[in-house]
């Protein structure tokens, strides 16, 4: 089936220091990819939207200097966590869908675990 | 207002009863998806099952089945014979034009199952 590779699994740095996560398709073509955080004991949370070749749509609440995603390939979508803070920990979990798909299970990545200190 | 709700937060049983996780959904859609998903302590998730609303037949995978009830907007889960490995917490989803096929989640129930 397919499979989406999402790396790093767990990261632990300093506050200030910038993050950057990966969200792959290993055997499909993505044309869209999401990006989700989830709090302890909370349902996931859409962060933002992102489609091959064109700037995400971010939630409301979520910004976008802060969360910087690209999508600059069909199978590799990135955030990037800048000037990360405590408040920023959390578990990060990507998700893909190939093109015409969009009623059929989105694929997700393991997750990212990150801890600011 | 698309929503799904489970009304269970967490529930605890001894291994081999069932259990039936409750999913309640909201949309004015007519032509929308449910799924469920499971989420082990590891935190990956893992997709269980998808339905469209003209579905209306039960399904059955195993030891689990799931119960799709258009006239109660109901779509509940229920695992048979409950083992320790059934532990995890399971996400309701839905997603429709509405929702701009985003999947919009339930808040998660979170299953205990005790040796």
């Known amino acids: 089936g397919a499979v989406v590779s999402q790396h790093p699994s767990w990261v632990i740095c300093k506050s200030g220091t910038s993050v950057k996560i990966e969200c792959r398709s290993l055997?499909?073509?993505?044309?869209?990819m999401f990006w989700y955080r989830q709090f302890p004991k909370q349902s996931l949370m859409l962060m933002a939207t992102?489609?091959?070749?064109?700037?995400?749509?971010?939630e409301q609440g979520v910004e976008k200097d802060k969360f910087l995603i690209n999508h600059a390939s069909l199978t590799l979508s990135t955030l990037t966590v800048t000037s990360a803070h405590p408040e920023d920990s959390s578990f990060y979990i990507c998700?893909?869908?190939?093109?015409?798909?969009?009623?059929?299970?989105?694929?997700f990545g393991d997750g990212t675990r990150l801890s600011i200190l | 207002a698309q929503k799904v709700t489970q009304a269970q937060t967490e529930i605890s049983v001894v291994e081999k009863e069932d259990v039936t996780l409750d999913c309640v959904y909201e949309?004015?859609?007519?032509?929308?998806?449910l799924f469920w998903y499971k989420q082990p302590p590891s935190g990956e998730l893992v997709f269980l099952i998808r339905?469209?609303?003209?579905d209306e037949q039960n399904e059955i995978s195993g030891r689990y089945s799931w119960n799709f009830q258009k006239s109660t907007s109901s779509f509940n889960f229920t695992i048979t014979a409950s083992q320790v490995v059934d532990s995890a917490v399971y996400f309701c989803?839905?997603?429709?034009?509405?929702?701009?096929?985003?999947?919009?989640w339930g808040a998660g129930t979170k299953l205990i199952i005790k040796p």
């Open positions: 339905r469209n609303s003209f």
């Open positions: 949309t004015r859609d007519t032509t929308y998806y």
């Open positions: 989803a839905l997603t429709s034009l509405d929702s701009n096929y985003q999947l919009i």
């Open positions: 992102s489609n091959e070749g064109s700037k995400a749509t971010y």
């Open positions: 055997d499909f073509q993505a044309t869209t």
């Open positions: 998700s893909a869908e190939g093109q015409g798909s969009s009623n059929q299970p989105q694929h």
